[in-house]
């Protein structure tokens, strides 16, 4: 997948689903390794720009990486046993595009800060999630439900 290729769930999909795509702006301070990583290993399809700014196809939502200082690193909270971090942001795909990010991540050697696992396995909210940061270390989360009906479920 290439920075000009469609993420796997696109704004189009978000938008038939009636769902309304969030917009996030997170700092960084190297747009080059932002579009790098966004748009290349994410495969996030880059949309307007300026030389302080950059706008991304994030799975279906627009995320926005300006050019600034950095977020520091958050404390974390301890959730089934992982240190997650406070402060983050990601998407939640499908399982099978979920478990292809996983395989290309890992392959382009990206240091996870919670390696891809099943969590909550056999509970309610049973899903698949991995951690890591971007160049500017802003933390993600990439997650997937093998029913996805169960998103929101207590």
């Known amino acids: 997948m290439t920075a000009n290729t469609p993420s796997p769930s ?61 977020l520091s690193r958050p404390d974390t909270n301890m959730v089934d046993g992982e240190a997650v971090p406070g402060f983050h942001f990601g998407a939640v795909l499908g399982w099978d595009a979920w478990h292809a990010l996983a395989i290309r991540l890992a392959k382009a050697e990206v240091t996870f800060l919670i390696e891809p696992q099943i969590r909550f396995a056999g509970e309610v909210g049973e899903q698949a999630t991995m951690f890591f940061h971007d160049p500017a270390g802003n933390a ?10 169960q998103l929101f479920a207590t």
Not at 35 to 45: D, H, K, Q, T, V
Request: hydrophobic share 50%.
């Open 10 to 70: 696109s704004a189009t999909a978000v938008a038939a689903a009636g769902i309304p795509p969030f917009h996030l702006a997170v700092p960084v301070d190297d747009l080059a390794a932002a579009r790098r990583f966004y748009g290349g290993l994410m495969g996030c399809a880059e949309g307007r720009s300026s030389d302080r700014w950059v706008d991304f196809n994030f799975f279906g939502h627009q995320l926005v990486v300006h050019l600034g200082t950095p």
């Open 140 to 149: 993600l989360e990439i997650k997937a439900f093998r029913d996805p009906a």
